[in-house]
C-alpha cells in the first residue's frame, strides 16, 4: 500500500510519516513548495532515504492532484494551526484548510482513492457545554481556525455521502511533543525556562486541555484511521484527562528543576468570546472499536519534550510572542 501525507514536513506529519515507515508502508511525503527546497522537520530524519517527497501547495489544485496519482491512501495533515494568526488572517485558513481540504477530496474521488484520512481538531467543540466531549457534541468553533477546520470536516463528510468517498475523520485533542513550535503552549513554556528566564510570559491559565503525547496520535492516525470499520464517521484522540495551563506551567518547572515565576502577558490572551475554557476528551469511541489507547503519560511526554527542546533551544525564538 502506498500512503501519501500532507503536511508532512510538519510537528504531527512528519512522526505519522516516520511511523508509516517503520509499519512498513511505503511512503510519500507532500511538503510545501518554498525557494529553499526545504522538507521541515524530515530533512533530519532517519527515515530520508525511505520516503518519496512532492513539493507542492495544499491550496493548488493541481499539484495536490499531481500528487496523488499513484496513491492508495492519503492521510491528510496539510493545515495553517496557529489560531492567534487566525485573528489577523481568517482568509488565509479558509485558502488552507478549508479549500485545501476540497482539492484533497476532489483529487481522491477523481483518482478513485481507497482512503482519506482527514485531520480534525478539538477546537471545532469551543467551550465543553458537556464533558466529558465526545464525537456527538455540538460545534462551536470559537476562532477563524476552528470554523476553517469544522468546514472542512462537514465538507470530508459530505464527500463521503454524496459520493461514497471513503472517508474518516481523525478529531485530536491537544496534541503535544518534539518538533511542536513555540505556537503552542508546552514548548512556549518549555522553551522560555530553558533560554534562562526567571519569567516566564504567558496568557490565561485557567483554562484546561487534554493532552496527548505525538506518537499516540501518530499512532492513532494508523490504528483508527486505517481500521476498516471507521469509514464515514468521526473519532476523538485524546486521554480522558484534562488539566489547566496554570498546573500544566507549575508542572513543567518543577519537572525542570528550575526556580521560575509566572507572568500573564496581556497580547497573548485570545479574545474574551474566543477563548475554549474547557477541553476534555471522550476516547471510548475508538477505543472499543478499534483497540488504540494512549501510551504515554503526561509526565513521560513533558520529559521527553523537555530533552528534546534542550537539545533544539537553537530553533525557539523566546523574546517574542510567536502569534
Do not use: C
Amino acid at each position: 500500500m502506498k500512503v501519501l501525507v500532507t503536511g508532512a514536513e510538519g510537528f504531527i506529519g512528519s512522526h505519522l510519516t516516520e511511523m508509516l515507515v517503520e509499519k512498513g508502508y511505503n511512503v510519500k511525503a507532500f511538503v510545501r513548495y518554498n525557494f529553499q527546497n526545504d522538507w521541515g522537520w524530515l530533512e533530519k530524519s532517519k527515515y530520508l532515504k525511505d520516503i518519496e517527497i512532492y513539493t507542492g501547495d495544499i491550496r493548488d489544485y493541481d499539484s495536490v492532484y499531481d500528487s496523488m496519482k499513484d496513491v492508495d491512501v492519503v492521510f491528510h495533515l496539510a493545515a495553517l494551526i496557529g489560531i492567534p494568526y487566525s485573528y489577523i488572517s481568517p482568509l488565509a485558513y479558509i485558502k488552507t484548510n478549508t479549500e485545501g481540504t476540497y482539492n484533497v477530496l476532489e483529487a481522491a474521488r477523481k483518482l478513485d482513492i481507497q482512503r482519506v484520512i482527514h485531520t480534525s481538531t478539538s477546537e471545532i467543540y469551543g467551550t465543553a457545554q458537556y464533558v466529558p466531549i465526545d464525537e456527538k457534541h455540538p460545534y462551536n468553533p470559537q476562532s477563524p481556525y476552528a470554523a476553517s477546520k469544522a468546514g472542512a470536516d462537514h465538507l470530508a463528510l459530505s464527500y463521503y455521502r454524496s459520493f461514497e468517498l471513503p472517508i474518516t475523520i481523525i478529531r485530536p485533542f491537544n496534541t503535544y511533543g518534539p518538533r511542536q513550535s513555540a505556537r503552542a503552549i508546552i514548548p512556549t513554556i518549555i522553551s522560555q525556562i530553558l533560554a534562562g528566564k526567571k519569567q516566564i510570559k504567558l496568557g490565561n491559565l485557567t483554562p484546561t486541555r487534554d493532552l496527548n503525547y505525538v506518537k499516540d496520535t501518530a499512532n492513532g492516525f494508523i490504528t483508527v484511521g486505517l481500521h476498516e470499520k471507521t469509514i464515514g464517521d468521526v473519532y476523538n484522540l485524546g486521554t480522558g484527562k484534562e488539566i489547566s495551563i496554570g498546573d500544566l506551567a507549575k508542572k513543567i518547572i518543577e519537572l525542570t528543576g528550575k526556580d521560575v515565576e509566572i507572568v500573564t502577558d496581556k497580547q497573548r490572551l485570545r479574545p474574551k468570546k474566543s477563548e475554549v475554557e474547557r477541553l476534555l476528551s471522550n476516547p471510548e469511541k475508538a477505543m472499543k472499536l478499534t483497540g488504540w489507547k494512549p501510551q504515554y503519560s503526561l509526565d513521560e511526554g513533558l520529559k521527553e519534550t523537555i530533552e528534546w527542546i534542550k537539545e533544539n533551544l537553537q530553533y525557539f525564538k523566546v523574546d517574542i510572542y510567536n502569534v
